[in-house]
């Protein structure tokens, strides 16, 4: 066999060490972590709510005077209720319930009228059956009143009267309305003995299908740790992308780490985004109860 030249050996060796130097380079560029791609954007994430929509409509036709003439016959709660239904009745509408909350709203305005001596749905101090329903933690989505001064002959006299006037008609028969209160009483007003009979007509907000506060808080609290993470992977991602040398044991180690997290905030935001839709179909549901249109009143 004929001996290697020297300079043949040195240029073989020199080939050997390039390739070897390639091979490690290869190496570490097939070990690197592509975490660029991991990331998916936070944009498409459900950050807002459906609001929940708490109506407050309130509908107040001017209060109706009568004639302060002696009366033949009192008048009752009972009587006042059981004549307000039949009107409602002879139109195929639901019979109102008494509400004691509502009835407590009734003796309060009544009691109002006569120690302050004023004849409004708004007393002097600016006091209306809203304020009222608030005093006595009444969330509703409509409510109504109806106010009479007279000494009028008995209680079908008194509704018959009302549904004489558009504006307490249109209470009367409101179908939105699924309870009452009431309160009747005589006393001095201007200076002659006469009653006053206050009717408050409400749809409490039960009456629609509730949001679930359990869910509203699983979503706020998830929404917490989704921004905790994020603001950790931002972090991370700042290291990541100042590190001098991309490459190695230990920056594959950090990116792999940084592309879990990754993966657990995308998860995490998925989570989010159906906890989110689930409620605000609840909250749809709810104000599509809220907003139900009726017959107009008036037109029956």
Known sequence: MEPIHPKTH??????????????????????????????KSFEETANNFFVQKLHSDSFMPPPLRGVFGE???????????LWTNKNRQDVSINNLTQSETLSKMAAQKLGDLFTKQYFEHESPSGVGPSDLAK????????????????????????????????????????????????????????????WIAVQEFGLPITACPQPSVTDKSSIDQTKKNVDALEVSLAA?????????????????????????SVQKFNAMVLTLKAKISSYNKQVAAFNNCA??????????
């Open 135 to 194: 005093q006595n933690g009444y969330d509703y989505i409509v409510i109504g009143e109806n106010l009479a001064l007279g000494n009028f002959d008995g209680d079908k006299a008194l509704v018959d009267a009302w549904m004489a006037s558009p504006g307490h008609r249109a209470n009367i028969l409101n179908t939105r309305y699924h309870e009452i209160g009431i309160a009747v009483g005589q006393g001095v007003f201007e200076g002659k003995n006469t």
């Open 291 to 300: 907003e139900v249109t009726s017959t107009t009143p008036e037109k029956i």
């Open 71 to 81: 009366p033949k016959e009192p008048l009752t709660e009972a009587g006042v209720l």
């Open 236 to 260: 991370q991602k700042k290291i990541i992308d100042s590190a001098t040398i991309k490459y190695g044991t230990d920056y594959n180690a950090y990116v792999e780490k940084y592309n879990i």
């Open 10 to 39: 040195r240029t073989f060796i020199w080939i050997i060490a390039a390739l070897s130097v390639l091979v490690v380079f290869a190496s570490i560029l097939l070990n690197q972590v592509d975490f660029s791609s991991k990331i």
